[in-house]
């Protein structure tokens, strides 16, 4: 074989040889930890067991990267509602096996555990500040929970405060069973006064109206 074909051979392998370390190394790298980027650059580090950012915009603090550290001390600095940091467990309520919902009394195949307080609710009337630890408490207190039927819950009531809520389950041809409707509201007014929210906004007396 000519000498200088040779010599081009050996460093053309060389290169390639470099080439294909580099990409395993890359590789590595990539898998050891394994997750892909969510949008904000961030994914669940699998190996470690935590939730991270790699992309210089996921800023530290924000909602995306506390997922995988939410301590004691620590509240969600953004601001915005996000149902994930409330860390809400239904299997753990001792209603999650209930056949029959609360407000109307009426049986189903199956019920959500609703919160009297919804998290949204409780979110925007006090609850943005809190540590992640004192919104998982007041998501998992069972004084907050009731078992309802899933329309009641998801359309009816959903987010909405009392007197709305009171507004629609009647508009939709349902009604509270037997002094339910003002048992709703007394436990909507305990459940926020035990958590130190506002009421301010929340026409509890007009509410109670409605119920007659």
């Known amino acids: 074989m000519n000498y200088r074909l040779e010599v081009v051979l050996m460093k053309t392998r060389g290169l390639v040889l470099a080439i294909i370390a580099l990409l395993l190394m890359v590789s590595f790298k990539v898998w050891s930890h394994g997750g892909r980027l969510n949008s904000e650059g961030c994914h669940n580090d699998t190996k470690a067991k ?16 506390n997922r995988g550290n939410k301590t004691l001390g620590q509240s969600s600095l953004s601001g915005i509602y996000n149902r994930d940091d409330w860390s809400f467990r239904s299997s753990a309520s001792p209603l999650s096996s209930s056949l029959v919902g609360w407000y109307t009394g009426v049986s189903g195949n199956a019920t959500d555990v609703d919160h009297v307080v919804a998290l949204k609710d409780a979110h925007l009337s006090g609850g943005r ?19 309802a039927v899933p329309y009641v819950n998801r359309t009816l009531k959903s987010a909405f405060k009392p007197l709305k809520f009171i507004t629609k389950l009647r508009h939709a041809g349902y009604r509270f069973a037997h002094g339910r409707c003002v048992a709703y509201v007394d436990l909507y007014i305990k459940v926020k006064r035990k958590y130190g929210l506002s009421l301010a906004s929340n026409r509890v007396d007009a509410a109670k109206v409605a119920c007659q």
């Open 50 to 65: 935590q939730y991270h950012c790699h992309k210089a915009n996921a800023k530290a603090g924000d909602k995306t990267g």
């Open 129 to 147: 500040g809190w540590s992640f630890a004192q919104k998982r408490a007041f998501a998992n207190d069972p004084l907050n929970h009731v078992a």
